[in-house]
């Protein structure tokens, strides 16, 4: 069946330090990619997603690029804060609408000041 | 406000006890799926439902039930709970799109003793 595979954490960096969290995805056909982000406390949120071939996701400075050819779909960040200090998914649904959702194992980011 | 709301938020109980989490949401979705939350595995998918009367089974969802009566609401059932149901438990739902992100609640933390 189809899996995610995330990067195991945490991952501890400084401020204004650029992050890459991989991920990449076993799946038949064209899912949807999704990256979400859990806040201490709370439910996950979206934080960018990609829904065919070469899409580039992007919001708050968080960039990822669906690549079909290497099942990946990296996150990265170029500056980050220490607000983003957070749980970071990588998730896909699967193709023709079955309505499974598939998600990673979750990647902690530290970042100290 | 645009929300799903999942209660009680925390319960402590004893094997056997049947038990059940509400979940309710606003946005007229005709999408809703519970997820467990657990450390090292991520999110895995207990069950989830395209429509009013149909319900279908994710990646864990033996010891769960699941009803979908109306559209808003999607209660998770705990028949006979045991220890290893200890988790913390998130509700989501979004349009039946699924190239579309999850709404998600803001999480039952169980404990099954």
């Known amino acids: 069946g189809d899996s995610v595979t995330q990067m195991e954490g945490p991952v501890t960096l400084s401020e204004e330090a650029f992050l890459t969290i991989n991920c990449t995805y076993t799946?038949?056909?064209?899912?949807?990619l999704f990256w979400y982000v859990q806040y201490p406390g709370e439910g996950l949120q979206l934080l960018l997603k990609a829904t065919k071939a070469d899409d580039k996701g992007s919001n708050k400075g968080f960039e990822a690029t669906y690549r079909k050819e290497t099942t990946s779909f990296h996150l990265e960040k170029g500056s980050v804060q220490v607000s983003d200090s957070a749980v970071y998914f990588c998730a896909l649904s699967e193709s023709g609408n079955t309505g499974k959702l598939i998600f990673g194992q979750g990647t902690t980011l530290q970042v100290k000041p | 406000e645009a929300q799903v709301t999942q209660n009680p938020r925390y319960l402590i109980t004893v094997t056997g006890k049947k038990l059940t989490v509400t979940c309710s949401q606003n946005m007229n979705h005709e999408y809703m799926s519970w997820y467990r939350q657990d450390p090292g595995l991520g999110l895995r998918q207990i069950y989830y439902?395209?429509?009013?009367?149909?319900?279908d089974k994710g990646d864990v969802p033996e010891g769960y039930k699941v009803s979908r009566k109306e559209k808003r609401n999607f209660p998770l059932i705990l028949e006979s709970p045991s220890p290893n149901q200890t988790s913390l438990y998130f509700c989501?739902?979004?349009?039946?799109?699924?190239?579309?992100?999850?709404?998600f609640g803001d999480g039952t933390r169980l404990s099954i003793l």
């Open positions: 799946a038949t056909g064209y899912p949807s």
């Open positions: 989501a739902s979004s349009p039946n799109d699924l190239s579309q992100p999850q709404h």
């Open positions: 439902s395209m429509n009013v009367e149909v319900t």
